[in-house]
């Protein structure tokens, strides 16, 4: 992670308070330079790419995660309005690498949520290459390098909000 380090990730689940205001504020100055990042690498993105540069996935829970060939498929369900059902297809140009993030993260056998990424895109000749790295909420980091994306945000019907029902169905009428 270029700006979302490890150690300002460390320093912001700090529990000495001086040590936790600077690493807020110093988060809050890496994530303006992420966001000018962003924008200046943006023009070059196709249209899908650039929407999935803007989706707002921080919190969302971690449904699956799959692989078939070099096909990396993460399927997210969004924590924030609208709780919409992600789908990520990522086509890799390279194996995807897990590391340690946080001090002590804890296996992957739990829940987890998509806690924060950092986008990028690497210039190879005319071509280019596209560069993720996730931060789960059990402290794992994923590095992945891929050719390009396909996304699905679709409404979640199941399991149905707090307090919710399934939409409306036609139900077909028997002759």
């Keep these: 992670m270029k700006f979302f380090t490890r ?3 460390r320093r912001c689940r700090s529990t000495d308070e001086a040590v936790l205001n600077v690493a807020c504020e110093e988060w809050e100055q890496a994530n303006e330079a992420y966001e000018q990042h962003l ?13 999935f540069a803007t989706l707002l996935l921080h919190d969302a829970k971690v449904q699956s995660i799959a692989r078939q060939g070099n096909q990396l498929i993460l399927v997210l369900h969004k924590d924030i309005p609208p709780r919409d059902l992600v789908i990520l297809n990522y086509e890799l140009a390279g194996e995807p690498a ?3 993030f946080a001090d002590a ?9 998509f806690q924060l990424d950092e986008l990028d ?12 790295s996730i931060v789960f909420g059990n402290g794992w980091l994923m590095r992945l390098r891929f050719r ?3 996304m699905t945000v679709a409404q979640s019907m199941y399991p149905a909000a707090v307090g919710g029902s399934l939409p409306a169905f036609v139900v077909p009428q028997s002759a």
């Excluded at 070059?44 to 650039?50: A, D, G, L, N, Q």
């Excluded at 993260?105 to 949520?113: I, L, Q």
């Excluded at 895109?121 to 993720?132: A, N, P, V």
């Design 121 to 132: 895109i690497e210039r190879d000749g005319k071509s280019h290459l596209y560069s993720q």
């Design 105 to 113: 993260p804890t296996d992957w056998s739990r829940p987890t949520t």
């Design 7 to 9: 150690d300002l990730y």
């Design 98 to 100: 897990v590391e340690p």
């Design 39 to 51: 924008s200046a690498i943006e023009a070059e993105f196709p249209p899908h790419i650039h929407e």
């Design 148 to 150: 390009d994306m396909h």
